[in-house]
C-alpha cells in the first residue's frame, strides 16, 4: 500500500473509533440514572460508602471490579449471602473464616456501620452491570458439584438454593457456616428443620440468623435430605 493510502487507513480507522467511543460513552452516561436504581441512593447508602471509604475494605475486595484481587469481588455479595451472611462475615471473620487458607480481619464495625453497610451493598448489588465482572450467583457455588450429571431430589435443589452459599456437602459450597457431610449423625430431619426457622431453639448459643422466606415445604424436604448426610456419605 502506498504511504498516502497506509495514512487514510490510519485516519479514518481512527477517526471512526473515536466517534463510536464517544458516542458509547455518551449513550452509557444517559442511562446511568436508570442503571443504578439512582432514586433508592439514601443517606443511608451513602452512609454505608463512607464506612466502606474508611475501612477501606478495597484493600482486599474489589467491587464493580474496582480495588484489590485478594478476596471476593464484593459487587453482587448482597444476593449471594444476604444481609445475615454480611453482618456474620463482619462482625465476626475470626469465627467464620476460621478453617479458611485467607483470612478476613475484624474492623471493629459498630452495628449502625454494619446496617448502612448492608445497605450500601443491597444498593451496590442492584446496579445494571451487564454482568460485569462476573459473578457467583446465588447457589452457583453448589451447583458445579451438587448437580454435575444428577437429577437432584427436592431437599437438595432447595438445599442449594438456600443453603449452600454458606454451607458445604463433599467439598462444594460455601464456608460461612460448617460443612454438612456428616449432620445426619448430629440431627434428624426435624431437628434441622426447626434450626433452619430458629436456631437458637436448637443451639442457644447459634451465630446463624433464622432463615426467612423459604417455604416450609422446601425447609422440611432440606432437613430430610440434610439428616441423610451420615459419615460422609453421599445421600442424593
Ligand atoms: C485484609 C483483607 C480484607 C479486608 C481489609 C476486608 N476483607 Fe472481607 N474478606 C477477606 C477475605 C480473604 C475473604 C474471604 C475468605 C474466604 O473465603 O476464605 C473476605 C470475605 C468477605 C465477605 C464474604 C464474601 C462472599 O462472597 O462470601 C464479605 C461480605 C466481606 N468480606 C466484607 C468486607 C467488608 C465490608 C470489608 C470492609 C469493612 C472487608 N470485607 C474488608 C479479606 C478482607
Ligand atoms: C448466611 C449464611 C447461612 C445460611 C444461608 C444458612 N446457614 Fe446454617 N449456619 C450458618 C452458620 C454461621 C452456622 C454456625 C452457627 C454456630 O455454630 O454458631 C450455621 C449452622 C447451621 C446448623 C447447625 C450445624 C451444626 O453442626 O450444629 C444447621 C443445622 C444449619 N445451619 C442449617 C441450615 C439450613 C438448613 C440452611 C438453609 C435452609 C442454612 N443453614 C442456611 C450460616 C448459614
Known amino acids: 500500500m502506498a504511504n498516502k493510502g497506509a495514512f487514510y487507513l490510519f485516519l479514518i480507522g481512527t477517526l471512526s473509533s473515536l466517534v463510536l467511543f464517544l458516542g458509547l460513552t455518551w449513550d452509557t452516561h444517559r442511562q446511568v440514572d436508570a442503571l443504578t436504581n439512582a432514586e433508592k441512593l439514601d443517606d443511608q447508602v451513602v452512609a454505608g460508602k463512607r464506612v466502606w471509604e ?12 474496582f480495588g484489590v484481587y485478594y478476596a471476593p ?15 456474620l462475615v463482619v462482625m465476626e ?6 478453617d479458611s487458607f485467607r483470612k478476613m480481619p475484624n474492623l471493629g464495625l459498630t452495628e449502625q456501620e454494619v446496617a448502612d453497610l448492608t445497605a450500601f451493598l443491597e444498593w451496590t448489588g442492584n446496579i445494571d452491570n451487564n454482568e460485569w465482572p462476573p459473578q457467583d450467583r446465588p447457589g452457583k457455588r453448589a451447583e458445579r458439584r451438587l448437580s454435575a450429571g444428577f437429577t437432584l431430589s427436592a431437599g437438595a435443589a ?5 443453603c449452600m452459599n454458606c454451607h458445604a456437602i463433599g467439598g462444594a459450597g460455601g464456608s460461612i457456616g460448617p460443612a454438612f457431610d456428616n449432620l445426619g449423625d448430629k440431627y434428624r430431619a426435624e431437628e434441622i428443620f426447626r434450626y433452619s426457622r430458629d436456631p437458637r431453639s436448637i443451639d442457644p448459643d447459634s451465630l446463624m440468623m433464622p432463615v426467612t422466606g423459604v417455604a416450609e415445604e422446601d425447609l422440611r424436604a432440606i432437613g430430610g435430605f440434610l439428616a441423610g448426610q451420615k459419615g460422609g456419605g453421599n445421600g442424593n
Not at 73 to 87: A, K, S
Not at 93 to 98: G, L, S
Not at 158 to 162: E, I, S
Open 54 to 65: 474508611k475501612k477501606n475494605c478495597n484493600n482486599c475486595h474489589t467491587i464493580l471490579g
Open 93 to 98: 471473620p475470626e469465627r467464620v473464616y476460621a
Open 73 to 87: 469481588d464484593l459487587t453482587r455479595v448482597y444476593q449471594r449471602i444476604g444481609e445475615n451472611g454480611i453482618r
Open 158 to 162: 432447595a438445599f442449594q438454593t438456600n
